[in-house]
Nanobody
């Protein structure tokens, strides 16, 4: 049974930091392309950070220099470090996995999803 379980969300003030975790099970996550998405109220789900086909990382322009994606294959977990948070970062954050690397960083190309974790940033 494939599972992705996010944790680490919460409420912080602008400028603060959070570290999100995505614990995976039921599939070989090390062989999948993992990514983080977010969805704010009334908005579409958008890609935030992902591992690219070359093993490098890729970020949305809005989070470059502030967010960092990483992984620990030994514990089947992917992380998203969120620094210098802004109120516009408020959203539900999801981790997702896809077997085949999509050239377009869009939710439709990802097969497995977690339930999401809420991040709220106050000004």
């Amino acid at each position: 049974q494939v599972q992705l379980v996010e944790s680490g969300g919460g409420s912080v003030q602008a400028g603060g930091s959070l570290r999100l975790s995505c614990a995976t099970s039921g599939f070989a996550a090390s062989r999948y392309y993992m990514g983080w998405f977010r969805q704010a109220p009334g908005k579409e789900r958008e890609g935030v950070a992902r591992f690219s086909s070359a093993g490098a990382t890729d970020y949305a322009d809005s989070v470059k220099g502030r967010f960092t994606i990483s992984r620990d294959n030994a514990v089947n977990t992917v992380y998203l470090q969120l620094n210098s948070l802004k109120p516009e970062d408020t959203a539900v954050y999801y981790c997702a996995a896809t077997r085949y690397y999509p050239s377009t960083f869009a939710p439709v190309y990802y097969d497995y999803w977690g339930q999401g974790t809420q991040v709220t940033v106050s000004s």
